[in-house]
């Protein structure tokens, strides 16, 4: 079974500053790994996606993710965090084949951007 | 134009209704799906549907089931409606393959 785990349930960090939301993930083969964000009072986002090819990914509002298959990490970074960035930030991970094609959701991760 | 829509957006009824939500999506996805959040923000998948295939999570109860009039339409029917119900429940629809979802704003049911 497939499994992901967002060990932070908030993180917290100055405007400004570099951010990151960490994801780890256990899944049978090679996996499709997903990162949304969650706005209050709204619906998850697509950030981004990592399929297959380079390891780092790079999505939507200046957030990218970097693949790591030793470490099974999939962790969400941002160079330069804005206060804007406050959300819940969803990990997913689904098996690149075999399997269920639903992804399986981490339980989220509450960022908080400090002015 | 909203992508993936829901209604209503609240829903306040009282134990032993039965209750609908709607969900319509205008991307010509394959497929279909709703996701129950709890008060902790967990996000629990209910149901998967495309034009061949209905998944369900063993865990749902029965009294939840999904319609589908036809591909860009996706209800959820409740019936008697219990308080552990209350929840965020969110429509969402992907392309075969599940690559990508696109999210609704979500339903906030609160039974009473």
């Known amino acids: 079974a497939q499994s992901v785990a967002q060990p932070e349930d908030q993180v917290n960090v100055a405007e400004g500053n570099p951010l990151t939301v960490k994801c780890t993930y256990s899944?049978?083969?090679?996996?499709?790994l997903f990162w949304y964000v969650q706005y209050p009072n709204r619906g998850l986002q697509f950030l981004l996606k990592y399929i297959t090819g380079d390891n780092l990914v790079k999505g939507s509002y200046g957030f990218e993710a970097e693949f790591n298959k030793s470490q099974t990490s999939f962790h969400l970074k941002k160079p330069s965090a804005l206060v804007s960035d406050s959300a819940l930030y969803f990990c997913?991970?689904?098996?690149?084949?075999?399997?269920?094609?639903?992804?399986?959701f981490g339980r989220g991760t509450s960022l908080i951007v400090h002015p | 134009d909203t992508a993936v829509s829901q209604t209503p957006k609240y829903l306040v009824t009282q134990m032993g209704n039965d209750k609908s939500i709607k969900c319509e999506q205008n991307?010509?996805?394959?497929?279909m799906y709703w996701y129950k959040q709890d008060s902790k923000k967990f996000l629990k998948i209910m149901f998967s549907y495309n034009n061949k295939e209905l998944i369900i999570n063993e865990t749902v109860p029965n009294r939840f089931s999904p319609k589908s009039p036809d591909k860009a339409h996706l209800n959820l029917h409740i019936n008697s409606l219990e308080l552990g119900d209350s929840a965020v429940y969110f429509c969402?629809?992907?392309?075969?393959?599940?690559?990508?979802?696109?999210f609704g704003s979500g339903t906030r049911l609160t039974v009473v």
């Open positions: 991307l010509g996805h394959d497929t």
């Open positions: 969402a629809s992907s392309p075969l393959g599940g690559d990508g979802y696109t």
């Open positions: 899944v049978s083969g090679n996996p499709y």
């Open positions: 997913a991970v689904r098996p690149s084949s075999g399997g269920s094609y639903i992804p399986t």
